[in-house]
């Protein structure tokens, strides 16, 4: 990924990376899900109000993935050419492939969105091969729509487990590490039931960071900007703490 506008300019403050500058991308990171991981951050009526948070100034070592599968700076909305259909505001992301509004089933693989997903992420591995570039994570956000039936929620668990299995084998990384956030949100009935798949996922190597409790837009569904770079600098942490403590794992050997 170079490093997220909001998660990763976390990690850029630590001296576990080193900035990489003229494309040669060593650290990626996917971002997938629905519109809270796409942003809607700033984002009231279908406008965004084009203010960008300190934290997610544009930084010459950040580079995104564009839809034309090039390297670019990195400025905020990150998902503008990629989520095409909404508004996008602050979020954060690297890989960006997240979309407002899809189910986990519409993640499933064969499916569009899927298949885009993969693309995606090969080529920038692609991209970097000759740099020892490697996909560190994914960064995960969706379930709000998943919300709404029954029958969606209580699947959600079983969808979600093949999801991340599936793609693990797709990419070739068995191990790959996923941090997903649990629902802040969702405002239907079953909002419970995803979360607490979301946060007993019983997979290896998945990390969940709870969004319950930061600060939602008027609507009751979408972080507000501010809530978005609170949610980077606890994934960052995640993230941080996970490398931290396989690395200590590893040593120990």
Not at 58 to 72: E, F, R, S
Not at 153 to 159: E, I, L, P, S, V
Not at 170 to 186: F, H, K, M, N, R
Request: hydrophobic residues 40%; proline residues 4%; glycine residues 8%.
């Amino acid at each position: 990924m170079a490093k997220s506008i909001l998660l990763l300019l976390m990690l850029m403050a630590s001296s576990y990376f080193t900035a990489i500058a003229n494309s040669q991308v060593k650290n990626i990171f996917l971002l997938a899900g629905q519109s809270n991981m796409s942003g809607q951050g700033g984002v009231v009526k279908n406008k965004w109000d084009g203010i960008v948070p300190p934290e997610c100034s544009p930084n010459p070592a950040i580079l995104k993935l564009d839809a034309n599968l090039q390297w670019v700076e990195a400025t905020e909305p990150l998902h503008a050419d990629i989520d095409v259909n909404v508004t996008c505001g602050i979020g954060p992301g690297l890989v960006p492939c997240a979309l407002a509004g899809k189910k986990i089933s519409e993640w499933q693989k064969g499916t569009f969105f899927y298949n885009q997903l993969v693309t995606r992420a090969t080529a920038a591995k692609v991209l970097q091969e000759e740099y020892c570039g490697e996909i560190r994570a994914m960064l995960w956000y969706q379930g709000e729509s998943d919300t709404v039936r029954m029958s969606d929620a209580t699947a959600y668990k079983g969808r979600m487990q093949k999801f991340f299995t599936d793609l693990r084998s797709d990419l070739g990384l068995p191990d790959l590490l996923i941090i997903q956030v649990a629902l802040a949100s969702g405002g239907k009935h079953y909002t419970e039931i995803v979360r607490e798949a979301q946060l007993n996922p019983d997979l290896p190597n998945i990390v969940t960071v709870d969004a319950k409790g930061l600060q939602l837009q008027k609507d009751n569904l979408h972080l507000t900007a501010s809530s978005q770079v609170l949610l980077g600098q606890m994934m960052a942490d995640a993230f941080l703490q996970t490398i931290s403590t396989t690395s200590s794992s590893i040593n120990s050997q």
